[in-house]
Nanobody
Framework: QVQLVESGGGLVQAGGSLRLSCAAS????????MGWFRQAPGKEREFVSS????????GYADSVKGRFVISRDNSKNTVYLQMNSLKPEDTAVYYC????????????WGQGTQVTVSS
């Protein structure tokens, strides 16, 4: 059974940094795309970033480009989201997700971790 467990959220001042982790287990993730999404209060969930487990190709939402960096550690089966120059509008619950590379939708989700950026 696939499990994705996020950690690393918290409260930080604007301009600060946080690193989120997503520990993945339950299968081999070779051939999968790992993603980070976020949902702010009263808003729909939105894509933040993704990484292809094999090869490491990455993608970012325009709102985080240049500030966030996604990476993975194959030996630890863990995906990271380094978030720098945080803004109050980055406040949200951040979710880790996974899908097979040819699948349209992400079908595995973590429970989420809260990130709050104070002004």
């Amino acid at each position: 059974q696939v499990q994705l467990v996020e950690s690393g959220g918290g409260l930080v001042q604007a301009g600060g940094s946080l690193r989120l982790s997503c520990a993945a287990s339950g299968r081999t993730f070779s051939g999968y795309v790992m993603g980070w999404f976020r949902q702010a209060p009263g808003k729909e969930r939105e894509f933040v970033s993704s990484i292809v487990w094999n090869g490491g190709r990455t993608g970012y939402a325009d709102s985080v480009k240049g500030r966030f960096v996604i990476s993975r550690d194959n030996s630890k089966n863990t995906v990271y989201l380094q978030m720098n120059s945080l803004k109050p509008e980055d406040t949200a619950v951040y979710y880790c997700a996974a899908r097979f590379v040819v699948a349209k939708d992400f079908n595995y989700w973590g429970q989420g971790t809260q990130v709050t950026v104070s002004s």
